[in-house]
């Protein structure tokens, strides 16, 4: 685990972060961008395919050494294959958009993995029994590390949580006074300490929306975005949420902003997160 660690600060991998960020910046932002980070599932896509491609090369190494039967292997080999590019597709749009330290240890699992698909494809080839079989168990090897290191990444790094979760467990039940209203500009994203959590409150078309300031996405502050269209967009990454009710309308967040419901009484505006505490 400390040799993984140690990625995180290994500002020579950065040439290479650069290059293959561009590369994965090719897919433009939109609806297939947006597909591929899960934006429509609600959490990132590539860890669902990531276990089709395990399981199937799994099954073809179990096949391997216990049937025998390498017709089969490597049919779950193919398969695997398959699902494989949607996988990395997927994996890359993610990664674009994430921190320097994550993006170090991600090329380094992103490593891993090709040679794993680099072995399994191999395997493929024209040769004998023994040697495919091979081939697939240092394919299998290959991923086991790459999984390990997708561990770190997601776990110990927070690639792909939702920054927003916390929230509600950080806000006490019941209503609070947030802001005389009158103080609040027309159509401008204010940033604003309720407690110990900042929240962005946004008056608009005779109502007022808050929503909580810390993007689900990587932590980047609303406050400071840009509001268009009933949409508040995130400054980091380019996030957009409807103030509305907090959705999502385009990547690469994939979780919805916690939403305030608001008041106003005597002039103060009063919020109350629905499921705080």
């Known amino acids: 685990m400390r040799a993984i660690s140690r990625l995180e600060q290994a ?7 650069q290059v293959g960020q561009r590369v994965a910046r090719l897919i433009r932002p939109g609806r297939l961008r947006d597909w591929l980070h899960g934006t ?6 590539h860890p669902v395919l990531v276990q089709a491609v395990a399981g199937t090369w799994l099954s ?3 096949v391997d050494f216990t049937s025998g039967d390498d017709a089969a292997a490597r049919r779950l080999t193919v398969a695997g294959l398959a699902v494989s590019g949607p996988a990395i597709a997927a994996g890359a749009a993610d990664w674009s958009e994430q921190h320097e330290q994550q993006m170090r240890v991600g090329i380094i699992h992103a490593l891993a993995n090709a040679t794993a698909a680099g072995c399994y494809g191999c395997s493929l080839l024209r040769l004998p029994p023994r040697t495919s079989r091979a081939l697939r168990l240092g394919g299998l090897a290959a991923l086991a590390v790459g999984g ?3 561990g770190h990444l997601s776990f110990r790094l927070a690639g792909g949580a939702n920054h927003a979760e916390a929230v509600p467990h950080l806000v006490k039940p019941g209503w609070h006074h947030l802001a005389d209203a009158a103080g609040l500009p027309e159509d401008t994203p ?5 407690g110990e959590v900042p929240v962005v409150a946004i008056r608009s078309g005779g109502q007022v929306h808050v929503l909580a300031d810390r993007c689900s996405h990587m932590s980047g502050p609303l ?7 009933g949409c508040l967009t995130c400054p980091w990454h380019g996030s957009a949420f409807r103030i509305a009710d907090g ?10 902003q916690p939403t305030f419901e608001t008041r106003v009484e005597a002039g103060t505006v009063q ?4 499921g705080a505490g």
């Open 40 to 45: 429509w599932l609600g959490h990132p896509l």
């Open 223 to 229: 406050s400071e975005g840009s509001l268009a269209d």
């Open 190 to 194: 204010v940033r604003i300490m309720l």
């Open 148 to 150: 390990v290191i997708g």
């Open 271 to 274: 919020v109350c997160l629905p």
């Open 247 to 256: 959705s999502v309308k385009r990547g690469p967040a994939t979780a919805p």
């Open 60 to 62: 073809a190494s179990i």
């Open 11 to 17: 500002d020579r991998l950065d040439k290479a972060v």
